[in-house]
């Protein structure tokens, strides 16, 4: 049958009375890719874990990603002009972690040098760095959309991306 989602629970609301709770669980079916988005303030690296990162165009090479407005990292960020986008590798799992933790400095042991144009934080073990200038930041709700022009980019050429679904991590595996 045409429609059909299985024997799941399907729940059907008017606009604007979508349950928080049940909304987020339908979200975190959807998996996103895991990056540390970072920034200077001032001579302080900054930096946020980040799963709404999104590329946005081509030409000119632009990407974005949603922070919360209540976030004091956002913050912190939001003054500076430019971020680098570090796409985490599976294996960077401690990483990611880290720097949720307010019982180290989440930069220890990072290897970060300064991004080629903006001078963000890039880690070199990462599997892609994405470096950008602010271009634009818009209201998304809750959240603010920040779109970056892409003046820079390195990559590794082996590793898996960090994968979060369902609230946990992961990894992605090709299929043959």
Known sequence: MAGDRGSGDVAEKAVGEIDGD????????????????????????VAMVIGSFVSVSMDPPLVGFLPGKESYTWGRMSSSKGFCVNVLSDTQTDLSNAFFRKDSDPWEGSGWQPAEVTGSPAIPSCL???DCMVREVVDAGDHWFV??????????????????????????????
């Not at 079916?29 to 001032?42: C, E, H, K």
């Not at 820079?152 to 050429?157: K, L, N, Q, R």
Request: charged share 20%; net charge negative; aromatic share 8%.
């Open 128 to 130: 892609a760095s994405i």
């Open 22 to 45: 049940l909304y987020r669980k339908v979200l975190g079916r959807y998996p996103t890719g895991v990056t540390l988005v970072t920034a200077m303030d001032g001579e302080d690296p």
């Open 147 to 176: 779109m970056g022009e892409v003046v820079a980019v390195s990559h590794v050429d082996e590793g898996s991306p960090l994968v979060f679904l369902g609230g946990k991590y992961g990894n992605y595996r090709a299929h043959d």
